[in-house]
Antibody, heavy 125, light 112 residues
Framework: QVQLVESGGGVVQPGRSLRLSCAAS????????MHWVRQAPGKGLEWVAA????????YYADSVKGRLTISRDNSKNTLYLQMNSLRAEDTAVYYC??????????????????WGQGTTVTVSS | DVVMTQSPLSLPVTLGQPASISCRST???????????LNWFQQRPGQSPRRLIY???NRDSGVPDRFSGSGSGTDFTLKISRVEAEDVGVYYC?????????FGQGTRLEIK
């Protein structure tokens, strides 16, 4: 079945780095744009970043631009989020999610039809 | 950025009764390709979000037909015809027409 499994979360000090991974299965990963969406404790959903199906185009929320980098390896069916210069306000559950449009437009705008279970990132000294 | 405003933020509903959630955007969500990229998501307690509706009124696979979406331009509505216990959770609208993608603040549905 279609599945996304995130990993790599943990507790990290402010200013340090972390890399999240999202392993995809059950669909043709290389045909779909992908997103990272986060949810701070007790808060709503915040879109963080997106990447085109080929990986050539990347998009970021202003709050993370220059610190977080989205990437993908279509040969490994894996999505990544490299998180540098982490701040307390980056503390959240991070979800990877599949865009629903096959070979969708740039940026991928159709919405997320499959979500992972989330991985928790806590930034604290 | 396009701001998505949901109302109400809290929605107590009696089992078997209808429920309605409003979502308003600060700009029209009609894209240049003619589509309106407005989605609705459900997040049950302790679970990941799940998409219910895409492009205003299209139900995702497996979504019960008691859920329906409507609206146009800047005003959208999610309706549940008869609320069931499993519908408890937070509901979010999301727009993909204008970048960046933005979500509404969420509406918490509870059983009265």
């Amino acid at each position: 079945q279609v599945q996304l499994v995130e990993s790599g979360g943990g507790v990290v000090q402010p200013g340090r780095s972390l890399r999240l991974s999202c392993a995809a299965s059950g669909f043709t990963f290389s045909s779909y744009g992908m997103h990272w969406v986060r949810q701070a404790p007790g808060k709503g959903l915040e879109w963080v970043a997106a990447i085109s199906y080929a990986g050539s185009d990347k998009y970021y929320a202003d709050s993370v631009k220059g610190r977080l980098t989205i990437s993908r390896d279509n040969s490994k069916n894996t999505l990544y989020l490299q998180m540098n210069s982490l701040r307390a306000e980056d503390t959240a559950v991070y979800y990877c999610a599949k865009d629903s449009a096959r070979y969708g437009g740039n940026p991928p705008r159709s919405g997320m039809d499959v979500w992972g279970q989330g991985t928790t990132v806590t930034v604290s000294s | 950025d396009v701001v998505m405003t949901q109302s109400p933020l809290s929605l107590p509903v009696t089992l078997g009764q209808p429920a309605s959630i409003s979502c308003r955007s600060t700009q029209s969500l009609v894209y240049s390709d003619g589509n309106t990229y407005l989605n609705w998501f459900q997040q049950r307690p302790g679970q990941s979000p799940r998409r219910l509706i895409y492009k205003v009124s299209n139900r995702d696979s497996g979504v019960p037909d008691r859920f329906s979406g409507s609206g146009s331009g800047t005003d959208f509505t999610l309706k549940i015809s008869r609320v069931e216990a499993e519908d408890v959770g937070v509901y979010y609208c999301m727009q993909g027409t204008h970048w960046p993608i933005t979500f509404g603040q969420g509406t918490r549905l509870e059983i009265k």
